[in-house]
């Protein structure tokens, strides 16, 4: 089983819709919950994270986390054309004597916003 | 804040070729990492550095050495490229709480 999981997609959503990207984990002992977003030949660049269960909402973006269930999504709304990226879940645990932590990657969802 | 900056950001190496990238970060964060990321595989992590004077393996170490020069440097070596070693590698750093910042990329080819 991967340790980050994600469905690859291509998503597409129209314009305007809600876009919902899904992502399980393994690794019960993880803290922290981070989307980054992707695009074509860029790096990866901070969309939103989360520590809690619950939502968590900026602007047009809303992360849910469900620990018991080891669930974590990113909802968008009103999805724009530029919202067409590689959407990448990230999980953080701590390496060995827990002074370190690392983030674990799912393969990432691709999302099409159509117009 | 010019963030993490990573050089070169192109890469053509012949098998058994050496090259070291580098990266550099004016953050002041305590913790970096070199990760790659190939089609259908996502990022997987080749080494990091919790701290100054500290460096440990990731899940994919082999072929690779890491130098973290002081706190704002930390380098990626291959001492003999192999053609399984194309990719983009990406620098990236962090302090404890928030997330990771990462560097623009270096993508590698190996002929």
């Known amino acids: 089983q991967k340790e980050v999981e994600q469905n690859s997609g291509p998503l597409s959503v129209p314009e305007g819709a809600i876009a919902s990207l899904n992502c399980t984990y393994s690794d019960r002992g993880s803290q922290s919950f981070f989307w980054y977003r992707q695009y074509s030949g860029k790096s990866p660049e901070l969309i939103m994270f989360i520590y809690s269960n619950g939502d968590k909402e900026d602007g047009r973006f809303t992360a849910q986390l469900n620990k018991a269930s080891q669930y974590v999504s990113l909802l968008i709304r009103d999805s724009q054309p530029s919202d067409s990226a590689t959407y990448l879940c990230a999980v953080n645990s701590y390496l060995n004597t827990g002074t370190a932590s690392k983030l674990t990657f799912g393969t990432g969802t691709r999302l099409q916003v159509t117009l | 804040n010019a963030g993490v900056t990573q050089t070169p950001k192109f890469q053509v190496l012949k098998t058994g070729q050496s090259m070291t990238l580098q990266c550099a970060q004016d953050m002041n964060h305590n913790s970096m990492y070199w990760y790659r990321q190939d089609p259908g595989m996502g990022l997987r992590l080749i080494y990091y550095s919790a701290s100054e004077g500290t460096t440990d393996k990731g899940e994919v170490p082999n072929g690779y050495n890491v130098s973290r020069l002081n706190k704002r440097e930390f380098s990626l070596r291959l001492e003999s490229a192999a053609p399984s070693q194309t990719s983009v590698y990406f620098c990236?750093?962090?302090?404890?709480?928030?997330?990771?910042?990462f560097g623009s990329g270096t993508r590698l080819t190996v002929v």
């Open positions: 990236a750093s962090h302090k404890g709480g928030f997330g990771y910042t």
